[in-house]
């Protein structure tokens, strides 16, 4: 940043193993973003060394980043991100467009994501006729209808209010117990931060305490 060199992250050294349900808190400019980043693939590690299912992302090409991102992470945003002229169940099929799965099975796939997060009656409805809560369960099913071993939400309960943000994370947790997927989230809510069964807080860009599980 103009000369200077700003180190998100340093000395961090974490595992997070299939089926965690971890929180990772910290005031601003700790270096959550740069983890989940870097968690999600979205971010090469300048040093040190970063595995995703076993594989050191370092040593793969920009497409076999793309491509394991895509089979292995669910990110699901503060923001929603949804395409506004699109169905709920085109929104969901989305991440399958990139894998080449054929139209039909695209659909039937997305129409049972949206049924396991309780939107089943909603497949074609588009963002503006669903509330946020909704929205945010049509991001959960878009995050896991491509079965990913991890599911990365970046502030998922941010943009609601206080009932809707706990019925998101009974949701997730559900999701975490019945699927076995890890959940990985940022927040700076404390009471959900207490619902994750292990919690990573960092600080200047280490980590500060991480309680609930175990540091590798």
């Known amino acids: 940043m103009e000369g200077v060199d700003v180190t998100a992250l340093r000395g961090v050294s974490l595992r997070v193993g299939a089926g965690e349900?971890?929180?990772?808190?910290?005031?601003?400019?700790?270096?959550?973003?740069?983890?989940?980043?870097?968690?999600?693939?979205?971010?090469?590690?300048?040093?040190?060394?970063?595995?995703?299912?076993?594989?050191?992302?370092?040593?793969?090409?920009?497409?076999?980043?793309?491509?394991?991102r895509n089979a292995r992470v669910g990110f699901v945003f503060q923001s929603f991100h949804l395409l506004a002229r699109t169905s709920a169940r085109?929104?969901?099929?989305?991440?399958?467009?990139?894998?080449?799965?054929?139209?039909?099975?695209?659909?039937?796939?997305?129409?049972?994501?949206?049924?396991?997060?309780?939107?089943?009656?909603?497949?074609?409805?588009?963002?503006?006729?669903?509330?946020?809560?909704?929205?945010?369960?049509?991001?959960i099913a878009r995050a896991l209808v491509g079965d990913p071993g991890v599911v990365l939400a970046d502030e998922p309960t941010g943009n609601l209010d206080t009932r809707t943000g706990h019925d998101v994370m009974d949701l997730l947790e559900r999701l975490n117990r019945e699927r076995g997927v890890a959940v990985v989230l940022v927040t700076h809510e404390p009471d959900i931060a207490e619902r994750a069964r292990r919690r990573i807080h960092l600080r200047d860009g280490r980590v500060e305490r991480d309680t609930g599980g175990g540091a590798a």
């Open 90 to 139: 085109d929104n969901v099929a989305l991440p399958l467009v990139y894998r080449g799965v054929p139209r039909a099975e695209r659909r039937r796939r997305a129409g049972e994501a949206l049924a396991a997060v309780g939107l089943g009656h909603r497949l074609g409805h588009r963002p503006g006729q669903l509330s946020g809560g909704e929205q945010q369960r049509v991001a």
């Open 21 to 68: 349900f971890v929180a990772i808190l910290g005031p601003s400019g700790s270096g959550k973003s740069t983890l989940m980043h870097l968690l999600g693939c979205l971010d090469r590690p300048t040093g040190g060394t970063l595995r995703i299912g076993g594989r050191d992302v370092a040593a793969l090409s920009d497409g076999e980043l793309a491509e394991l």
